[in-house]
């Protein structure tokens, strides 16, 4: 079992940079692997970043790739999503999501079973 909580969301400008956090609950945190997901209004959840429990491995949505990177710090329970070049339509809330396994679903929300409550970005024009 892991809670997780996210923070480090806000109004930011185009151009600018965020870097959300994900902090988790529980002893076995650092066996799981995390993923980062967003929602925009009136659109569907879509994956934006993942990494594997050792940091080893890490995916990436096309349309942050080569601006936002994902990283872990075990030891303090948290994965970072570190959010630069933003654009207008990475506005959206985002969430962290647990998943005890890896394998070439990464990508998908309904294959992670623990969720945070989500953090709103708001990049402005």
């Known amino acids: 079992q892991v809670q997780l909580t996210e923070s480090g969301g806000g109004l930011v400008q185009a151009g600018g940079s965020l870097r959300l956090s994900c902090a988790a609950s529980?002893?076995?945190?650092?066996?799981?692997?995390i993923g980062w997901f967003r929602q925009a209004p009136g659109k569907e959840r879509e994956f934006v970043a993942s990494?594997?429990?050792?940091?080893?491995?890490?995916n990436y949505a096309d349309a942050v790739k080569g601006r936002f990177a994902i990283s872990r710090e075990n030891a303090k329970n948290t994965v970072y999503l570190q959010m630069n070049s933003l654009k207008f339509e990475d506005t959206a809330v985002y969430s962290c999501?647990?998943?005890?396994?890896?394998?070439?679903?990464?990508?998908?929300?309904?294959?992670?079973?623990?969720w945070g409550q989500g953090t709103q970005v708001t990049v402005s024009s």
């Open positions: 999501a647990a998943r005890p396994d890896y394998s070439n679903t990464y990508y998908l929300a309904r294959t992670y079973g623990f």
């Open positions: 529980g002893r076995t945190f650092s066996s799981y692997n």
């Open positions: 990494i594997t429990w050792t940091g080893g491995t890490t």
